[in-house]
């Protein structure tokens, strides 16, 4: 029988020895305090009875854009909807604002105006635009995680429990910290955004008359009785033929992050970070796969005209891209679109196409506006440039351009393409 050395033993009993005194060592904590951006929560009853009307005001942090029956519709980013009188372009006048809490977007079918206002879809009538009125709501629409919905679990950090998060503020933090590993005693969160991702909406493909137009920017539209609405990685349908009543349908699952929809030709084109997706609509309430086209990570609105699509990518954006570009791709087999030629751009945000010209708002670089007849020559085409505006998208209506940026509201008259003449202007104005 083999027996331990004395020097084994020894090592053995110290290493026991020791072990046993870290296992009975007491964790020493410290009291720190910090600055820390904190959610300022709004009880969810409070939330939803939250959507009305108010005096016109001033436009502060304006997003997407909207236009029906001579009235524009623009977004007050998480805060509501600016209703302006545009019966004359040149002389806009502020008809009222419509307070959604978490509103990015709308869509407005016959006088139903559709908005998110963050978790939830409301319906509101615009009847009497100087008057809305809230007349269907559903609620969790858009959640942050897929139904069942636990409002007692953190999602993103945030503890809907508390309500929906309307802002964030600076305060002084204290908490106890471990001194050896430096973590709380608390379950740590992470916040990973403001609420709920935003959605929006597109240009309508048929019935004008009932429906309305926006900008590129857009992720939700209106075909017939059906809404289709950009969740995260979802393609959501809702049945929107009667109001009240509401209803939720399919939820198409795909397998990437889509920024954009557009529709054309009673299809969809969705643009997303890494390329452009269509979907038929030849049965509305399940569309079906077409295709796809495929590019680099990038934030990319769609456009549509005939047998191309337009497509900008940007850099500097959650998309993780690093391309500026304009790319025309040939949609002509819609089940095998593939490019035609890519432009260099500065930082291409929204842009829109009427009869061959086409607006580009290149961000910083100001609106850009092209003939692209040709395709392949479009920056030999340009017709105008004005650089010294901060441009988000655009809306050309017959003869009409609505663009919207950090400067405010922007209206020109392209009728005469030699010489585009400047109608009015809002302009942001911060308090």
Same mark, same amino acid.
Request: hydrophobic fraction near 40%; charged fraction near 15%; glycine fraction near 6%.
């Given at each position: ?45 409070? #939330? ?18 909207? #236009? /029906? ?29 419509? =307070?959604?809490?978490?509103?990015? $977007? ?12 963050? *978790?939830?879809?409301?319906?509101? !009538? &615009? ?6 009125? =809230? %007349?269907?709501? *559903? ?25 929906? %998060? ?12 471990? /001194? ?6 608390? /379950?740590?969160?992470?916040? !990973? ?26 992720? #939700?539209? &209106? ?22 009543? +509401? ?14 929809? #557009? ?5 969809? @084109? ?60 040939? +949609? ?20 829109? +196409?009427?009869?061959?010209?086409? @607006?580009?708002? !290149? ?5 850009? %506006? ?7 020559? +479009? ?8 650089? $010294? *505006?901060?441009?988000?998208?655009? *809306? ?16 020109? $008259? ?18």
């Amino acid at each position: 029988m083999k027996t331990l050395n004395h020097s084994l033993l020894s090592f053995l009993f110290l290493f026991a020895a020791t072990m046993l005194l870290n296992s009975c060592k007491d964790n020493t904590y410290e009291e720190i305090t910090y600055k820390a951006n904190v959610p300022v929560y709004m009880g969810l009853d409070e #939330f939803r009875g939250a959507v009305k009307r108010t005096s016109p005001m001033s436009l502060e942090n304006p997003g997407k854009i909207y #236009f /029906k029956d001579n009235y524009l519709f623009v977004n007050e980013y998480h805060k509501g909807v600016h209703i302006i009188d545009n019966s004359n372009p040149s002389s806009p006048a502020m008809v009222a604002f419509l =307070e959604i809490p978490g509103n990015v $977007d709308i869509a407005i079918r016959n006088n139903i105006l559709f908005a998110d206002s963050f *978790i939830d879809l409301v319906a509101i !009538d &615009i009847s009497d635009p100087s008057n809305p009125v =809230e %007349v269907d709501r *559903i609620e969790d629409a858009f959640p942050n995680v897929l139904p069942p919905i636990d409002y007692t679990y953190p999602v993103y950090g945030l503890d809907f429990s508390k309500g929906v %998060v309307i802002g964030w503020e600076t305060k002084d933090v204290t908490e106890v910290v471990d /001194k050896e590993t430096g973590f709380n005693n608390n /379950k740590y969160l992470e916040f !990973d955004g403001l609420g709920v991702p935003s959605i929006g909406v597109n240009q309508v493909s048929i019935s004008p008359s009932s429906t309305g137009i926006s900008g590129s920017m857009a992720r #939700f539209t &209106i075909n017939t009785d059906y809404m289709y609405a950009i969740h995260n990685n979802n393609l959501k349908v809702f049945n929107i033929a009667s109001t009240p009543g +509401i209803t939720t349908g399919n939820v198409i699952g795909l397998d990437r992050q889509v920024e954009t929809i #557009f529709p054309y030709d009673n299809k969809l @084109f969705l643009g997303t970070t890494t390329g452009m997706m269509v979907y038929d609509l030849s049965s509305p309430a399940t569309p079906a796969f077409l295709s796809v086209f495929t590019h680099i990570n990038s934030c990319d609105p769609v456009v549509v005209e005939g047998n191309l699509a337009y497509v900008t990518l940007r850099s500097g954006t959650q998309c993780n891209g690093f391309t500026n570009q304009l790319d025309v791709v040939d +949609i002509s087999s819609i089940t095998n679109p593939f490019l035609v030629k890519s432009y260099p751009m500065f930082n291409p945000h929204g842009l829109g +196409i009427d009869n061959h010209i086409l @607006f580009i708002c !290149d961000g910083d670089a100001g609106l850009k %506006v092209y003939n692209a007849a040709d395709p392949m020559n +479009i920056h030999m085409n340009q017709l105008a440039h004005f650089p $010294d *505006i901060k441009t988000y998208d655009v *809306i050309p209506y017959n003869g009409l351009l609505m663009m919207i940026g950090s400067n405010g509201l922007y209206q020109y $008259d392209y009728s005469n393409l030699d010489s585009l003449q400047l109608l009015s202007h809002i302009p942001v104005i911060i308090p």
